[in-house]
């Protein structure tokens, strides 16, 4: 209760007196202060896009919805808006007096003082356009995905048929498919004769994970199903990769991913980047999956939630980068 009563007091009117009164003395407004005292990546688009959210200014609000071929203009009105000067961003600003200030906002210990020190990075429109585009960039990088995983899997359509086949190839490259609608099909993890059914949940997305998977990591991708096919701890490789695309949806579409990709993306994330974040979900997860030891397949949802709440806490590091050790590679 005191809590809810405590944020709403900080957001409604606590926050912006802090801002003001920092701004007095600092001569500069909180997103130049964000772009200049965090780091890039996630510490520092994670703080410009809430105080963007939550700007007073209409025009700040908006910044976040831009797409990218507005944003120049767009960060030139922010600027003139926030009276910033660009003929100073260049260098940073010498304050000629001195004063110890030691206050605290938003997650953030300021330690000011005044004393002609280097207080404000440089390059604030530049550093203030990178949070942009990852922040656009994630709300559309949600879009795409939701298109593919809306696209069902067409066996009338010859590039889906092809990327099947391919899935295939890439993981039994030595056994050949006697027919393209075989119980063969469970020696990679389907659980019927035709794959196609087991698309049903995350569509294209899915197989499109797959075959990257296969395809940029195809050392890995037969480790785990050499895994998978283990006589005792044994699972359902195609449907188990197919259950950890649906995981990297749902993480995406909570926000929960915005860290991950806001560190490792230098810019807009694009559709590689989250097959990228499943590659690293399947070799993670054949990983616990073989150090648990479940004692049967029927353990698979508590192992599979148990491996989930271990990414979401991972998620929760501002540092966190979810990926592969090594470099795409193809045999």
Not at 120 to 130: M, S
Not at 180 to 192: E, L
Request: glycine share 6%.
């Amino acid at each position: 209760m005191f809590g809810s009563i405590w944020g709403y007091f900080y957001t409604s009117f606590l926050r912006y007196w802090l801002k003001w009164f920092i701004r007095q003395v600092t001569g500069k407004c909180e997103l130049q202060r964000i772009c200049a005292g965090y780091k890039p990546g996630a510490p520092r688009t994670t703080k410009a896009e809430y105080s963007l959210k939550n700007s007073k200014s209409k025009l700040l609000r908006a910044a976040v919805e831009v797409e990218e071929d507005g944003l120049e203009k767009h960060l030139d009105l922010v600027m003139r808006e926030k009276n910033v000067k660009t003929q100073r961003d260049p260098t940073s600003v010498l304050l000629p007096f001195t004063v110890l200030l030691i206050f605290y906002i938003d997650d953030f210990i300021w330690y000011v003082l005044l004393t002609n020190v280097c207080l404000f990075g440089p390059r604030f429109k530049v550093n203030l356009k990178l949070c942009l585009l990852q922040i656009t960039g994630y709300r559309n990088l949600f879009t795409s995905v939701e298109e593919l995983r809306k696209e069902n899997f067409d066996s009338d359509k010859v590039q889906h048929e092809e990327m099947l086949l391919k899935l295939w190839d890439l993981l039994m490259p030595e056994v050949k498919l006697e027919s393209r609608v075989t119980k063969q099909w469970g020696d990679i993890g389907f659980q019927g004769d035709d794959p196609k059914t087991d698309f049903r949940g995350m569509g294209m997305l899915g197989l499109t994970n797959l075959v990257f998977f296969s395809e940029n990591y195809t050392e890995e991708a037969r480790q785990v199903l050499s895994h998978a096919n283990h006589p005792k701890l044994g699972y359902s490789y195609a449907i188990v990769g197919i259950n950890l695309t649906e995981m990297a949806y749902s993480l995406l579409k909570s926000g929960a991913l915005k860290p991950h990709f806001y560190n490792t993306v230098s810019g807009r994330p694009q559709l590689q980047h989250l097959h990228q974040l499943f590659c690293y979900l399947v070799y993670k997860f054949d990983k616990f999956w073989v150090e648990e030891e479940p004692e049967s397949i029927m353990e698979f949802n508590h192992y599979r939630e148990k491996f989930h709440d271990n990414i979401k806490i991972q998620l929760l590091d501002p540092a966190v980068a979810l990926t592969m050790t090594d470099s795409p590679r193809s045999n």
